[in-house]
């Protein structure tokens, strides 16, 4: 049976980003076996009929000691296991992943998801950074982009050849799972928005709870709530302790982080990501738009790609709470037949440019080659 091995920092990515992709795998006969930090997903990838190996990668370190014993676990793994084909998702996975598989004589596939936060800032990260991903493109026999600016500023900076470039449609997103099947919220004083993702502040929370505190001033009955979990290791991370100073002054509403987001979607009038970081294409946004759902998000790479400023959504502007909160007032003013033709008009789009099976698409090409 032939063998392919799915890569990535955690279980978490690979059950919520790619399981499309593993069903798929398996409806073909493959053997799949899925490399990643232990989390709470890595017991419904085993169930999903996947090998799962634990990995012990410091996502956020930058120790090389780590770094390289990383890249040996990974030889180790692609020579013992001989697969037909790597995919590679996520920063070090990526690097390390990809010369791995040079050294064991597989063939691999570097997947940039975002370019992350080391891209955000010019400093000695982001050049090693860019030197290693340089190598690790030569060593990948394609590199894939779920953005076409992402892809831009590769090329550019010549980390990677653009003939060795592919850009996907984003994540994929199932949109018979993400299908609204309650009634649009009334708008009026209940007006509920709701930012859902990391507790990051590169995800623009800080953001969201400046422009928060503006409309309360005028509006105080309209509803801000924030869904995500905490990642502390992440240098970007909100404190519990700010989330819970925040709602003390009764300002957001937290609801903690959850495995049906479907659920809460489902009882707000707009959905807002005023994100700065990196992105690839969000999720968040598609799962949003796909449950028709009108969406401000920031004019920002990845986040633009999903939504029409007047379309189905409205652009702000980075990093700018004021212009942000005037996005808000403007959504709240709306008439509820405009703001469920904006959440309809998302997921038309969502349908014609995000759909899964787009996605799927080009994972099949890559099947028809083995």
Known sequence: ?????????TSWY????????????RRQNFKIICIANYDEYSEKLIEEGVIFIKSS???QGINPFQ??????????HYKEIQPSFIFHYTIKPNIYGSLAAKLAHRKSIAIVSGAGYVFLKKNMLNFITRKLYNLAAKASMQVWFVNREDQEMFVEQRIVKKEKTKVLPGEGIDTTIFKRNLPYPSNGENFVFLLAGRMLWDKGVGIYVEAAKRIKQTTPDVKFQLLGFVDSLNPSAITKEQIENWTKEGIIEYLGSTDDVKKFLNTVNCFVLPSYYREGVPRSLLEAASLEIPIITTNNVGCREVVEDGYN?????IKDSENLAEKMER???????????????GREKVIAEFHEKLVLKHYEEILNTL
């Not at 049976?1 to 920092?9: E, T």
């Not at 690979?14 to 795998?25: E, K, Q, W």
């Not at 959504?313 to 502007?317: A, E, R, T």
């Open 14 to 25: 690979l059950y919520n980003f790619r399981l499309g992709v593993i069903r798929l795998f």
């Open 57 to 59: 990668l410091a996502n």
């Open 67 to 76: 770094d390289i014993n990383y890249f040996r676990f990974l030889l180790k």
């Open 313 to 317: 959504g409205f652009l702000c502007s």
């Open 331 to 345: 959504v709240i003013k709306m008439e509820k037949s405009c703001l469920k033709q904006m959440g309809s008009n």
């Open 1 to 9: 049976m032939k063998k392919i091995i799915l890569v990535s920092n």
